[in-house]
């Protein structure tokens, strides 16, 4: 398996422009889970989805960022309009279950300027 | 509110200078505890799952505890190649839908 593929790998914005960010969970897996990483506030949940419909999207920062996942195989975040504190290295993981472990992407990391 | 805290955020060893990493947290019920392994540019990589206290993973030069407050990340005789964030995450019981919280990290520099 190819595991959880994240594009880009690198992204680099100006301000108030709008950012894609994409994934492709691993095949058979229920849940995706978005994150975001920075150094002061470690890996936060953004927003996740079991069976391409959203569950929980408490973490997302405001209405700027909103995501989907039309499909098993496919996920998106958009951030819109992007700022700097945008700034940050976000992942998206996928399970099998909610209690079994996450599979990580290599993540993309986001620079708004 | 459900915490998880590690501690130190970053340890230096020498090759063969045994350590622990610790993760505390404070849940209303767990239902699993997680350790991964972070390389620099490179997602969390999983390691172990811990469901209750008293029990015990090891891999290679790992082995990870638990207790009904904290777990240990033990490291023996370490390697330049286990030089890495190790992360700690809990998976909460008794809210449905809870995803992992992870903490911060810490980041173990192992020296020749």
């Not at chain 1, 680099?12 to 894609?20: A, D, K, P």
């Not at chain 1, 309009?81 to 996928?94: I, K, L, N, Q, T």
Request: aromatic share 10%; proline share 6%.
């Amino acid at each position: 398996d190819a595991g959880v593929i994240q594009s880009p790998r690198h992204e680099v914005t100006e301000m108030g422009q709008e950012v894609t960010l994409r994934c492709k969970p691993i095949s058979g897996h229920d849940y995706l889970f978005w994150y975001r990483q920075t150094m002061m506030r470690g890996l936060e949940l953004l927003i996740y989805f079991n069976n391409n419909v959203p569950i929980d999207d408490s973490g997302m920062p405001e209405d700027r960022f909103s995501a989907k996942m039309p499909n098993a195989s496919f996920s998106t975040l958009k951030i819109q309009p992007s700022e700097p504190r945008d700034s940050a290295v976000y992942f998206c993981a996928s399970s099998l279950a909610l209690g079994l472990p996450l599979h990580f992407g290599n993540g993309t990391r986001l620079t708004v300027t | 509110e459900d915490q998880v805290t590690q501690s130190p955020e970053a340890l230096r060893l020498q090759e063969g200078e045994s350590s622990s990493l610790n993760c505390s947290y404070t849940v209303s019920g767990l239902r699993g505890l997680f350790w991964y392994r972070q390389d620099p540019g490179k997602g969390p990589e999983f390691l172990f799952t811990l469901y209750s206290a008293g029990e015990e993973k090891e891999k290679e030069r790992l082995k990870a505890t638990l207790t009904k407050k904290e777990s240990f990340l033990h490291i023996t005789a370490p390697k330049p190649e286990d030089s890495a964030t190790y992360l700690c995450a809990v998976q909460p019981v008794g809210q449905a839908g809870t995803a992992l919280i992870f903490g911060k990290g810490t980041t173990l520099s192992v020296s020749s």
